[in-house]
């Protein structure tokens, strides 16, 4: 597969946090494309700014200075209600603590991102039970997170992401909760999912193991990239 086109495009993005009196430098100035179907790994220890840059092409923060774009639109001008709907309907999001909510079922949980879609509650469920099929969870639609294990749970909100076919999975450390074995397997089905789709999958992780899953992994010290490792040909070409 060999994509040429950037989904995502970073352009010297700067982020200063203001601590009292002190400034705190996340980013420096970084400048990054991720092309549209790519598993880019953004690598790094606590503290070097993988997480931030992560937000920031999420839209979840806004930068000090610098832009990004996603689908060729500049989302650090948007407003928040323009960016909450853009979001909604071309992001997805895995995180490491799961954020399923504990009052719902495996379905319900699932299912959920496809209520703001205007979708009817039959075709909602039904793209639920697909999804929970796929991720090996058919026989716990109607378990709550607390009657699962961690990893059944991660695997509930790998489904949640995909439910609305978004345009970029987001996940902020996906495995960090897991053991080894789990960890693999939740990989894989990322990625597996992703690359069916034609998705573009951009994870967080200080593993170095864990980012050799990935197309490319860019590795981030200290607010700017350190280097960037290609790891399948077809997404060699880092487009500035």
Do not use: W
């Not at 999804?131 to 607390?146: E, I």
């Amino acid at each position: 597969m060999n994509n040429s086109t950037a989904i995502i495009k970073v352009d010297s993005l700067r982020k200063v946090y203001r601590i009292g009196t002190e400034k705190v430098v996340a980013l420096n100035s970084i400048s990054l494309s991720i092309q549209k179907g790519e598993f880019c790994c953004l690598l790094g220890t606590s503290g070097s700014g993988k997480s931030t840059l992560l937000n920031m092409m999420a839209g979840l923060e806004k930068p000090t200075r610098g832009t990004v774009k996603i689908r060729g639109q500049m989302i650090s001008s948007m407003s928040e209600k323009r960016l909450a709907r853009f979001r909604q309907d071309y992001l997805g999001f895995i995180f490491q603590s799961y954020n399923l909510l504990p009052a719902l079922t495996a379905l319900e949980n699932v299912a959920l991102p496809l209520t703001f879609k205007g979708i009817s509650r039959k075709a909602r469920e039904r793209r639920a039970e697909q999804l929970l099929a796929a991720v090996g969870l058919s026989s716990h639609a109607k378990h709550k997170p607390s009657q699962m294990s961690g990893g059944q749970q991660q695997r509930v909100g790998i489904a949640r992401a995909f439910a609305a076919s978004p345009s970029i999975i987001f996940a902020d450390e996906p495995t960090g909760n897991l053991d080894s074995r789990t960890t693999l397997e939740v990989l894989e089905l990322m990625k597996a999912l992703a690359r069916k789709r034609e998705q573009t999958l951009v994870m967080v992780t200080h593993d170095n193991e864990i980012a050799r899953y990935a197309d490319r992994v860019v590795r981030i010290i200290d607010g700017d990239i350190q280097e960037i490792i290609v790891q399948n040909e077809a997404f060699g070409v880092d487009e500035q």
